[in-house]
């Protein structure tokens, strides 16, 4: 049973840091592509940040450059999402998600091509 856990979510002020981690069983992480995409209040579930299970490329939201970073351990099957410098428009649930690694190709970034998902981790910013 593949399982993906989010946590290290919470409320936090404008300019403050947040450090996300997803725990992922079930499923090789190593072979995975990995994302995090989150929903804020009345909008649909937008990508956030990308990795190849090949790496090393990272790939962002231009909403997010310069202030996330997405990073994995594949020794501890974990997924991380440091977000740096938030503002209110920040606040989501958070989720992590994961299929099988597309290892060519342009970085395919719609929910639709994620199969497995976590049940996501509230972050709130205020201002």
């Known amino acids: 049973q593949v399982q993906l856990v989010e946590s290290g979510g919470g409320l936090v002020h404008t300019g403050d840091s947040l450090r996300l981690s997803c725990v992922v069983s079930g499923r090789s992480f190593s072979s995975s592509d990995m994302a995090w995409f989150r929903r804020s209040p009345g909008k649909e579930r937008e990508f956030v940040a990308g990795?190849?299970?090949?790496?090393?490329?990272?790939y962002y939201a231009d909403f997010v450059k310069g202030r996330f970073a997405i990073s994995g351990d594949n020794a501890k099957n974990t997924l991380v999402l440091q977000m740096n410098s938030l503002k209110p428009e920040d606040t989501a649930v958070y989720f992590c998600?994961?299929?099988?690694?597309?290892?060519?190709?342009?970085?395919?970034?719609?929910?639709?091509?994620?199969?497995?998902w976590g049940q996501g981790t509230q972050v709130t910013v205020s201002s």
């Open positions: 998600a994961a299929r099988d690694t597309l290892s060519s190709g342009t970085f395919l970034r719609s929910e639709r091509y994620f199969g497995d």
């Open positions: 990795v190849r299970a090949t790496g090393p490329v990272r």
